[in-house]
């Protein structure tokens, strides 16, 4: 079991900035990826950004050039620097970890408990 701890959300104006943490325990062999998801009510959980155990990123489009999303595979943590933000960001974040249980299993897949994220006009 492998458990995610998000903070950092909160309620910030338009054009503003926050910074999201997640933090990975639990049992695991290794961590392959780790990434934000966002969702509002009423509509599907979508990717905001990725980043493998390497230097791969991804990011949405909506994303490129306003946040960045950084690791720590001492700690075992993933971070959002969120800027320029805008009420379309508005929604609840949720921390993403992939996971293997050994070298040679698959992938698990984990959620964080999510974050609220709230952006005024």
């Known amino acids: 079991q492998v458990y995610l701890v998000e903070s950092g959300g909160g309620l910030v104006q338009a054009g503003g900035s926050l910074r999201l943490s997640c933090a990975a325990s639990?049992?695991?062999?290794?961590?392959?990826?780790m990434g934000w998801y966002r969702q509002t009510p009423g509509k599907q959980r979508e990717l905001v950004a990725i980043?493998?155990?390497?230097?791969?990123?991804n990011y949405a489009d909506s994303a490129k050039g306003r946040f960045t999303i950084s690791r720590d595979n001492a700690k075992n943590t993933v971070d959002l620097q969120m800027s320029s933000l805008k009420p379309e960001d508005t929604a609840v974040y949720y921390c993403?970890?992939?996971?293997?249980?050994?070298?040679?299993?698959?992938?698990?897949?984990?959620w964080g408990q999510g974050t609220q994220v709230t952006v005024s006009s």
């Open positions: 993403n970890a992939v996971t293997r249980r050994t070298h040679f299993s698959g992938f698990d897949n984990y």
């Open positions: 639990g049992s695991f062999f290794s961590i392959h990826a």
């Open positions: 980043i493998s155990n390497g230097v791969s990123t």
